[in-house]
């Protein structure tokens, strides 16, 4: 096996990971909606997003939301 071609195949790899994971490499921002106590909340919602955000650093949204926000992004134009 050609070493040059071993590693061609790697990069292309690691970048196309990267691409499907560029959220997750946002650096993390400070949550626009958080609960007197400081927990972060969905700006949509109100629902407790702690856990999502210590995987998204900057996740403003639950899941769901951030799901129909993308879908209603898309439909935009
Ligand atoms: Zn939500």
Known sequence: MDIA????RRSAYFHELAMQNRAFDL???????????GTPLCVDCDL???ERRR?????????????DHEKRN????
Do not use: L, M, Y
């Open 48 to 50: 407790d997003i702690t």
């Open 74 to 77: 898309r439909n935009h134009g």
């Open 5 to 8: 071609d071993e590693a061609q």
């Open 55 to 67: 995987i998204i650093g900057s996740a403003q949204r639950c899941s769901d939301c951030q799901h």
């Open 27 to 37: 650096p993390p921002v400070p949550p626009r909606n958080k609960a007197p106590d």
